[in-house]
Nanobody, 123 residues
Framework: QLQLVESGGGLVLPGGSLRLTCEAS????????IGWFRQRPRDGREGVSC???????NYASDVRGRFTMSRDSAKNTVYLQMNNLKPEDTGVYYC?????????????????WGQGTQVTVSS
């Protein structure tokens, strides 16, 4: 059964760090583009970062330099290291499997999604 499961969210102070984990089952994660998305309250899902099958990474402008995506193919897992977190980073974070290596930030380019993990940045 194809599945993506996120974990690692929580409550953190501004300036703090979290590492999100996305564990895949039922397919080889390293053969696909995997994206991280954020959904703020009252907003749609927006692309945060992605890594394609050859390891190229892209980041949205508001997280570049603060967030780092990585992949461990042996564990069939991708990570999102988030540093210097800001209150506007608050939201539910989802990982998803891309339909091809041509997608990154558009949710319509993804076919399987995890259930999401809540990140709250607040003092």
């Amino acid at each position: 059964q194809l599945q993506l499961v996120e974990s690692g969210g929580g409550l953190v102070l501004p300036g703090g760090s979290l590492r999100l984990t996305c564990e895949a089952s039922g397919f080889a994660l390293g053969s696909y583009t995997i994206g991280w998305f954020r959904q703020r309250p009252r907003d749609g899902r927006e692309g945060v970062s992605c890594i394609n099958s050859v390891g190229d990474k892209n980041y949205a402008s508001d997280v570049r330099g603060r967030f780092t995506m990585s992949r461990d193919s042996a564990k069939n897992t991708v990570y999102l290291q988030m540093n210097n977190l800001k209150p506007e980073d608050t939201g539910v974070y989802y990982c998803a499997r891309g339909r091809s290596d041509l997608v990154c930030y558009a949710p319509s380019g993804y076919d399987y999604w995890g259930q999401g993990t809540q990140v709250t940045v607040s003092s």
